[in-house]
């Protein structure tokens, strides 16, 4: 039997070269509108607008050839949008709510591209409109429900768990059972801070959710099973079980870590990676890890994973004690003069390439040359002395991290 030649005259031809951009209103103005004040206007559009356009370009190919997309055709699509949704605590009703808005921005862009010889046309796509609607409600209900029964659910609850009563040194034998787990000998630590603003009241439930599940999908990735972590959107920790050492394989494997997260939250990430932890010593760890993420962020570091080399002298620098205070004090006056402090930073990053260093802060090699001279006089400190050089920068790191507002 010769094969059925799609129809390429009428509105639908019309319609589908229109589609990206329906797609993209239909997200904005369906689940987009329904879901708390506050959120990112891109926050839907990685993971839902593709399985928008992907599922309307299969509906349309169905369409050319008179049919209608099968259940399971539906749900290839909708089934993981939902899943992600699920997880992430956005209310059903919301998102059932969300697609039904979809459905009538699509219809009516059906009709105001629809002329009068297109009637019979229409009707038959409001048909086809009405059955995918059905298969992808069917499908997000039942999705919704498997999320909450699933096995799999229960086991990261129950892992998150295991890393709470791990982290505060409580008795974790009976919780390692329940996570179908054991205690390890020794974990690799991983103290995670994501360097963002707080995010409005309305939206922080949805977002914090929505980091959680990709943070844990990133770890069981990374190690193939179910890492126990604890993460609260901004600030986390995840205990990997079986690294003893911190090789160079696995310093990339966490740097990629830090990169994939960096990317996914649009935001800087700091990973601290303490390896070779008992569990007896995971407490500990933990604080001090938390410490030097806020201390990388705070110092401006590169998004990535680190270790206490990383930053020692830093760490030991603003540990509290009087000798932190003196440093501090020392360099105190720059900070009412932020063209001194300009150059002194300048002058540090480039030691002795004066013309690069008056470059940066964009004057002449002898105003720059001025300027250090003045910060000598006000700090007691001769920036062009090696001894006193060093302890200028010492002095600039303490009062970096002070005068840097820390996020939480």
Known sequence: MPQQIPDESGFLPRLRAQWPRIAAEMLRGGI??????????DHFNDEVLPAIILCGNAAFEALAYDRALSYDEVHAFAAPVAERH???RLPLRTLLTGIADSAQILLA???ALAGPADLAELVTFGQRLLTLLSNINITVVSTYTEVEQSIYHAEREARRELCAALVAGRPAAGLAARADTAVADSYSVLSIRLDVDDSPVSAAHLITRRRMRLLQRALDELTTETTPSLFDGVHGTALIAGYASATA????RW????????EQFGADVHVIVTPDV???DLPAAVADGGELAELAAALGRPAGAYGLDDLLLEYQITRPSPARDRLAARVSPLFEQPHLLDALQAHLKHGANRKEAAREVFV???TLTYRLRRVGELT?????????SRILAAALTVTRLQHRPIRA
Request: aromatic share 0%; glycine share 4%; net charge negative.
């Open 32 to 41: 987009a509108a329904t879901v708390p004040s506050g959120l990112p206007e």
């Open 86 to 88: 699920a997880e992430d």
């Open 109 to 111: 862009e059906a009709a």
């Open 249 to 252: 394989h696995r310093q990339e």
């Open 255 to 262: 740097q990629m870590l830090a990169d994939r997260l960096t």
């Open 278 to 280: 008992a569990p007896e």
């Open 364 to 366: 002449h090699p002898n």
């Open 380 to 388: 007691g400190l001769d920036p062009a002395d090696p001894h006193d």
